[in-house]
Structure formats: structure tokens, C-alpha cells
């Protein structure tokens, strides 16, 4: 029998059961907490069998993270359950102590950040560095003038808008397909900044593509910026040279004089 059909086995039983009216409290928690983990392993099963048996690529860590989460709220449950029996233990200065019961040995595992390490135990060193992508190139239309390269400013002619041009490189000898890359930009002073995303389809192995996204509206007096990141991809180790920033002034002067200021 597998764990996802003894799992639904008993959420049935634990609805069948009769029980006391001062147990029907800890009885839903019960109920609540079989039901949580035959949902969670449901959900939990078809994306982790392709995780560890196969090389893809495109594995949904959503689908793990969302399998996870539920198996962790049904670890909730058990304890309100054990929290109401204990209570009616003591109450009823009962001898016996009830089982634990712990689906999840952590119960942050089903966070995002968790979620690939978690997978890569599981894979092994073969699904660590399973690709690698970086920013090899980012360009403006309008192109820049000048680039102080103290700063790293570049000095761009005055303008209404902007569009972002991407190149990213393929490091790996396998292509790699719907690459996202997304752009965010603010200005000098900002926190929070408008983001815009793109999807490359396909990327050649050890190939270059580019992308553009369009219909940024700098600002003329303050230092802008474009934050690009690219991916990562699932499994990706080497994740610094996915980002970039490309820092940039408006100016009427052609010459690239402001370039130094």
C-alpha cells in the first residue's frame, strides 16, 4: 500500500470514529489533521517522483512547496488534537499518554528558500548545477553616450522611454528553454521600483539570446537604475551572475561631458 492511499485510509477512519462529547473538539482536530496529509500527499507525490527520477528541467517547486505546506499545517492540527486530549488527561487524571505524531521533522521546510535544498538532498550531487545561466550583455535603445567608469554611469540622451535590451549566455552543453528574465526599474531614491518580465524560449547550449523589453519612463533629474535578473533556474548553484544593475543619467548634452559629474 502507498503512503498516499494509507494516508486516505486514515482520514476515513478517523471520520468514522465515534467518540465522547468531551473528545469531539481534539475529534476535528484529528479529522483535520488526516485530511491535511492524504491532501499533502496527494499533491506531494507526482512532482517529487519527477524531481528524483528524471532530468528535467522544468520541475515545478511550487507544486513541492504548496505538498509541503499542508503536510505541515496537518502537524498543527496533531498538536491542537494532542493540546485537547493532554488537557482531558489531566482533567480526568487519566494514567495513559497519548502518541506524537510528526509528519515533517521541520516544519519551515515547505518555505521557498528550503524547498531546493530539500530537493537536492533527495537528487543527489546530479541535480545540483543542473544549469547555469548568466547577464553576459545589457543595452538601452536609446544607447547610451559616454560611461564613467569610476561610477559605472552611463549617461543616456534625454528621452521619454527607454527599452532594455538582454543578452544572456547558456554555460551549461544542454539548451535550456523558457528563460525568464525581468526587469525592474527606480529611480533615485526609491524602494520599490516597476518590474517588467520577458520569457527567452530557447537558449542553445553553451548559446547566447537576447531579449527586449520595452516602455521605461526614466527620470531626468535622478541617477536611474535597471536591476536585471535572469532565471535562476531550478537546481542553479551559481546564481551571482544573474543579476545586474545598470546604472544611468539623462543628459542633452551629446558630447558625454555629464559622464564625469
Do not use: W
Not at 55 to 77: G, H, R
Not at 183 to 200: H, N, P, T, W, Y
Amino acid at each position: 500500500m502507498d503512503m498516499v492511499q494509507e494516508c486516505q485510509n486514515l482520514e476515513d477512519h478517523a471520520k468514522n470514529m465515534i467518540v465522547p462529547d468531551n473528545l469531539e473538539e481534539a475529534h476535528s482536530y484529528l479529522v483535520m489533521t488526516m485530511k491535511l496529509r492524504h491532501q499533502g500527499m496527494e499533491l506531494y507525490k507526482p512532482p517529487i517522483f519527477e524531481a528524483v527520477s528524471s532530468n528535467s528541467q522544468k520541475i515545478d517547486e511550487s507544486e513541492i512547496t504548496k505538498a509541503l505546506k499542508y503536510l505541515a499545517l496537518s502537524d498543527l492540527a496533531h498538536q491542537s488534537f494532542m493540546d485537547e486530549v493532554n488537557k482531558l488527561i489531566k482533567d480526568e487524571n487519566i494514567g495513559e499518554k497519548p502518541l506524537k505524531s510528526v509528519f515533517l521533522e521541520d516544519d519551515t521546510i515547505y518555505e521557498k528558500k528550503n524547498v531546493l535544498e530539500f530537493l537536492n538532498r533527495l537528487k543527489g550531487e546530479n541535480f545540483k548545477g543542473a544549469g547555469d545561466l548568466s547577464v553576459l550583455d545589457v543595452a538601452t535603445n536609446p544607447l547610451r553616450i559616454s560611461i564613467n567608469t569610476k561610477t559605472d554611469v552611463r549617461v543616456l540622451p534625454i528621452t521619454d522611454e527607454i527599452d532594455v535590451r538582454v543578452e544572456v549566455k547558456n554555460n551549461t552543453d544542454k539548451p535550456q528553454k523558457d528563460v525568464p528574465v525581468e526587469v525592474e526599474f527606480l529611480s533615485e531614491g526609491e524602494k520599490k521600483g516597476i518590474k517588467k518580465q520577458g520569457k527567452i524560449v530557447e537558449i542553445a547550449a553553451n548559446g547566447t539570446a537576447k531579449i527586449t523589453i520595452k516602455g521605461f519612463q526614466p527620470v531626468k533629474d535622478k541617477l536611474n537604475i535597471f536591476k536585471i535578473k535572469v532565471g535562476p533556474l531550478f537546481g542553479e548553484q551559481n546564481t551571482a551572475d544573474n543579476y545586474y544593475e545598470y546604472k544611468f543619467i539623462l543628459s542633452d548634452d551629446v558630447s558625454g561631458n555629464n559622464a564625469n559629474t
